[in-house]
């Protein structure tokens, strides 16, 4: 059987973006994006499901008094919606334990660089590439990494660097992110899970050949 997807989204969703065009594609091993949740009522992001055909739900930050209470529900939406495998896709608020211990090496983040640099609270969205500039690196890049207790601390699945570039600003830098690392390793990260290829130790996490 078919994994159950949700994508859960704050913004534009172009990374939910790249999954929809992935599963269209043949590209997702078997997969559903079964739903979309966004955390931000009028996110463009709940557009491109609705053009996709996705159902997609709205559970606002601003509803609830604690990240918590946010989190339980959601957990119980996911549980209604019968989810296999959540996709945190552009997901701005951080997700308390409730979320992990429901969904154990189930969550996958895709972070904008590559973990352990630029990451950890406060570091998203331009954020991550502002301090990528100043710090001065000449190479970032983008992780996927299943999602643990710790903020961007869990196991990595997948990394893709980028060139940064003279004269970048953060929004060129984080558009050429997007392009060659973002869009291409998520749906590949999903894909792989969907096939049950990936097998966590501890830190680690071990992709297993394709099945015969
Ligand atoms: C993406 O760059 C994603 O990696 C980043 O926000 C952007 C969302 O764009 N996520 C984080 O910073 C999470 N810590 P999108 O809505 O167009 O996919």
């Not at 739900?57 to 601003?62: G, H, L, N, T």
């Not at 570091?123 to 991550?128: A, F, P």
């Not at 502002?130 to 710090?135: D, I, M, P, S």
Request: with cysteine.
């Amino acid at each position: 059987m078919g994994k159950r997807i949700a994508v859960l989204v704050s913004g534009g969703g172009t990374n939910l973006q790249a999954l929809i065009d992935a599963q269209a594609r043949g590209e997702l091993s078997g997969g559903t994006i079964a739903a979309v949740i966004s955390s931000k009522p009028g996110a463009y992001a709940l557009e491109r499901a609705d053009k996709a055909g996705i159902p997609h739900f709205v559970i606002p930050r601003k509803d609830y008094p604690s990240n918590q209470a946010m989190t339980q529900a959601l957990v119980a939406k996911l549980k209604e919606l019968d989810i296999d495998l959540v996709v945190l896709a552009g997901f701005m608020i951080i997700l308390t334990s409730e979320m992990v211990s429901a969904y154990p090496n189930a969550i996958l983040n895709v972070h904008p660089a590559l973990i352990p640099s630029f990451c950890g609270e406060g570091c998203y969205g331009l954020h991550v590439h502002e301090k990528a500039l100043e710090y001065g690196v000449k190479v970032s890049g983008a992780t996927v990494h299943f999602v643990s207790e710790e903020c961007d601390g869990g196991p990595i699945v997948l990394q893709r660097s980028v060139a940064v570039e003279e004269g970048d600003t953060p929004e060129t830098l984080q558009r050429r992110i997007m392009e060659q690392a973002e869009w291409k390793i998520l749906p590949q990260a999903v894909s792989l899970f969907c096939q049950d290829r990936l097998r966590v130790q501890g830190r680690v996490v071990h992709i297993l050949p394709p099945k015969a």
